[in-house]
């Protein structure tokens, strides 16, 4: 409720701040500029239009503004819904029909340019997903707190709207930090060709999207370096829809370190990773992790990569750290560029993911091998997708087997 207050407020301002100018044939002007309107009143009025965030207000002298938007995921899976890492039991089969995501998202910026801010709610879960304030005067430095997906995977970074395939890889759920509140140092040094790098470096309570407070006196901290060694390098989305002219290639490195009663997150809060790790003591697990990722683009081609390492420690039972790790790598071609007959709007997509949850028990390794096709009516913001995935799991906790999946899923983005 508190965050639809907040809606209206921000909307009833808009109304009152002064005349809305209302932009309909061309979407590049802003201002409806009148020569005979006076000062006063021309630096009083507000511009809207429809864009790529949705309806986007923003005052004449840029100080203000702000973006009201929406997205929609229907989805379709059969024989069971998601990953089968994240049910009771691998062969359980239930075909589901499924609004899977329904986002209200409001940002924008107030009182400088440079001032922003963000809010994403989930509506079909009740849940107040992201809120945070950046201040972006610098693009070498920059400062952001607040609650939002940590910038560590590019898998989970990346929205589940810009995604290659209807999910992300069996890889994410154990490796990924996700939301997490505290405050994060960033910023890009733009050189030229190679001398491209950005940087992230983020002070966390590490205790997860639904903790009001931390379980214990220890943070977590989370570091990513990443270097765009061709044409400014990779943005943050699967595909390359633009078509790009010249190839554009990114590697990164990250690491983080956390003490808490939990060894994964996700968007539901912190968790155990499996049955070895009971949720029992505040700051009982001690977790440091590593990853290294690539992503590449170029002529309708795309490649992404992400190989990770974890260890978890019981810092109360003792014994030796847990060690698992998964690496995923993905590609997706639109086929019209070398063959002219296929429709432009289409793509073909191929992805192999691995975990071992155990490293001493290299047989303990789950596997997933997924094509998939994408059909862009309008971008990210509308299309339409279909994969099938075989998987293999195989866990030391007793969740073992195989079979197939096959999803359908409908993107739209207003």
Request: hydrophobic share 35%; aromatic share 14%; glycine share 8%.
């Amino acid at each position: 409720m508190k965050t639809f207050t907040l809606l209206r407020r921000m909307v009833l301002f808009v109304a009152l701040a002064g005349s809305i100018s209302i932009v309909k044939a061309d979407p590049s002007v802003t201002i409806d500029t009148d020569s005979t309107v006076a000062p006063s009143a021309a630096d009083k009025s507000i511009s809207m239009k429809y864009g790529s965030k949705g309806l986007e207000f923003k005052s004449a002298d840029g100080k203000y503004g702000l973006q009201i938007g929406s997205r929609l995921q229907f989805s379709f899976d059969t024989p069971y819904p998601g990953d089968p890492l994240t049910i009771d039991q691998f062969d359980i089969e239930t075909t589901t029909l499924r609004i899977k995501r329904a986002r209200l998202k409001v940002g924008g910026n107030a009182f400088q340019p440079w001032l922003k801010y963000y809010f994403e709610y989930e509506m079909g879960a009740s849940r107040l997903l992201d809120f945070r304030i950046m201040i972006e005067k610098y693009k070498a430095f920059s400062v952001k707190v607040g609650q939002w997906k940590i910038d560590y995977s590019q898998e989970r970074s990346i929205s589940s709207g810009k995604q290659q395939f209807v999910e992300r890889s069996i890889v994410n759920r154990t490796f990924t930090i996700d939301r997490q509140r505290g405050v994060c140092f960033y910023g890009h040094l733009e050189g030229s060709g190679a001398a491209n790098v950005q940087y992230w470096v983020s002070v966390l309570t590490g205790a997860g999207i639904q903790a009001l407070t931390n379980d214990d006196n220890n943070l977590m901290y989370v570091g990513k370096l990443q270097w765009n060694i061709l044409n400014g390098g990779v943005d943050l989305s699967y595909c390359d829809i633009d078509i790009s002219e010249k190839p554009r290639f990114s590697v990164a490195f990250g690491a983080a370190t956390n003490t808490s009663v939990y060894t994964r997150f996700s968007s539901s809060g912190g968790s155990k990773v499996d049955d070895r790790f009971p949720e029992d003591e505040p700051g009982q697990y001690e977790t440091t992790q590593g990853l290294v990722e690539t992503a590449f683009k170029y002529k309708g081609f795309s490649w992404a990569h992400e190989s990770h390492l974890k260890k978890i420690k019981d810092k109360i039972n003792g014994g030796d750290a847990a060690e698992m790790t998964g690496t995923y790598m993905q590609m997706g071609y639109f086929l019209h560029q070398v063959l002219p007959f296929v429709p432009e709007p289409l793509e073909l997509a191929v992805r192999y993911a691995n975990y071992t949850p155990d490293t001493e028990f290299d047989s303990a390794v789950s596997q997933e091998y997924t094509v998939g096709v994408n059909w862009f009516f309008s971008g990210h913001r509308n299309k339409l997708t279909a994969d099938y995935s075989y998987l293999r799991i195989e866990d030391p906790t007793g969740l073992d087997g195989d079979g197939s999946r096959i999803r359908l899923q409908w993107d739209i983005s207003f």
